[in-house]
């Protein structure tokens, strides 16, 4: 069993930034792919990020790219998400997710779940 702790939303102005983490526990993880996704009110859960921990392979979706930082501590087993220049679009409950799946972009690559934080960005 895996626990996914996530913190680090809130409400920010367009422009701003934020830093998302995921801290785990529980199960060894070895080399487990930790994933970001998003999912807004009517929509579907979307991939966001995701990184291996002990390989240190960093995957963006369209949502992260050239704007959003995945990055992972394998001493703390935590991974971070640093979002710039938020826009009113990303405004989601933001979700932490553990896998060991080759492919890491779809929720059904993802095992272990956290219970989600919401960003919200409005001016």
């Known amino acids: 069993q895996v626990r996914l702790v996530e913190s680090g939303g809130g409400s920010v102005q367009p422009g701003d930034s934020l830093r998302l983490s995921c801290a785990a526990s529980?199960?060894?993880?070895?080399?487990?792919?930790m994933g970001w996704f998003r999912q807004a009110p009517g929509k579907e859960r979307e991939f966001v990020a995701a990184?291996?921990?002990?390989?240190?392979?960093?995957f963006y979706g369209d949502p992260a790219k050239g704007r959003f930082t995945i990055a992972g501590d394998n001493s703390k087993n935590t991974v971070y998400l640093h979002m710039n220049r938020l826009k009113p679009e990303d405004t989601a409950v933001y979700y932490c997710?553990?896998?060991?799946?080759?492919?890491?972009?779809?929720?059904?690559?993802?095992?272990?779940w956290g219970q989600g934080t919401q960003v919200t960005v409005s001016s």
């Open positions: 990184i291996r921990l002990i390989s240190d392979s960093p």
């Open positions: 529980g199960r060894t993880l070895g080399d487990v792919a």
């Open positions: 997710a553990a896998g060991w799946a080759d492919t890491v972009a779809t929720v059904s690559s993802y095992t272990y």
